[in-house]
């Protein structure tokens, strides 16, 4: 007789299910939630939590965070104004965030390759060695 079996034996006479029938549903249970977070993640869910977690631990400051290609204005031999760093760290950031953003709807359609690459642009980005 199997747990079920029993359960449904016992449902109004004494105890609900035995030991070993409790042991078993507990693992069918864990089997199950486990399996749920299996099933939702894409071919490189690991290595954007990986990324976002070593972009989460950068210190903040200007030495760290998304850098953009130099501009043939930065080139000009003058010093930029505060707006032009805050607007070239508007764009950086904004640039890593969609990197970021398609690594994530690649992943989640089950692109590897497309992933992969927004992932690549992001890591260089942020200055993170593949």
Same mark, same amino acid.
């Given at each position: ?84 760093? $805050? ?10 965030? *969609? +990197?970021? #953003?398609? =690594? @994530? $709807? ?10 992969? *690459? +927004?992932? #690549?642009? =992001? @890591? ?7």
């Amino acid at each position: 007789m199997d747990c079920f079996d029993q359960r449904i034996g016992k449902i109004f006479s004494g105890p609900f299910l035995s030991r070993q029938c409790i042991g078993r549903v507990v693992l069918i249970g864990v089997g199950l939630v486990a399996g749920t977070g299996l099933a939702h993640s894409g071919p490189c869910t690991a290595q954007i939590a990986q990324l976002e977690q070593q972009i989460s631990a950068m210190p903040p400051g200007p030495q760290t965070g998304p850098t953009a290609p130099q501009t043939l204005g930065a080139q000009l031999h003058f010093q930029p104004t505060p707006e032009d760093v $805050a607007h070239a760290q508007r764009v950086a950031n904004k640039d890593g965030d *969609a +990197a970021i #953003a398609r =690594a @994530k $709807a690649a992943d989640a359609a089950g692109d590897a390759a497309g992933c992969k *690459a +927004a992932l #690549a642009q =992001a @890591k260089d980005l942020y200055a993170i060695n593949q």
